[in-house]
Nanobody
Framework: QVQLVESGGGLVQTGGSLRLSCTAS????????KAWYRQAPGEQRELVAS???????NYADSVKGRFAISRDNARNTVYLQMNDLKPEDTAVYYC????????????????WGQGTLVAVNS
């Protein structure tokens, strides 16, 4: 069974920094970790940043210049460095991956982490 193991969330003051990590564990040969999403209370889940295996990166406009996503392919781990955090960054952050061994509806089946809470005090 595959798990996405997230770490690094917590409580921080405005302007502070946190670094999230996400690693695929278990039978993870066909799991490609690729993105971070977040969901604030009462809001829909939204893409924060994504990174392909060859390093192509995409950011939500709200985090450009403050957040940096990176990956270590050897460890199948994706990191999200979050700087200059703001109260509006408060959310549960979810790691997202593709299971490239399974296709449904012309798309890879996605795998989600359990979420890690990031809370930013004003």
């Amino acid at each position: 069974q595959v798990q996405l193991v997230e770490s690094g969330g917590g409580l921080v003051q405005t302007g502070g920094s946190l670094r999230l990590s996400c690693t695929a564990s278990g039978r993870a040969t066909y799991i490609i970790v690729k993105a971070w999403y977040r969901q604030a209370p009462g809001e829909q889940r939204e893409l924060v940043a994504s990174i392909t295996k060859d390093g192509s990166i995409n950011y939500a406009d709200s985090v450009k210049g403050r957040f940096a996503i990176s990956r270590d392919n050897a460890r199948n781990t994706v990191y999200l460095q979050m700087n200059d955090l703001k109260p509006e960054d408060t959310a549960v952050y979810y790691c997202n991956a593709d299971n490239i061994a399974t296709i449904r509806g012309n798309k890879y089946v996605e795998v989600w982490g359990q979420g890690t809470l990031v809370a930013v005090n004003s």
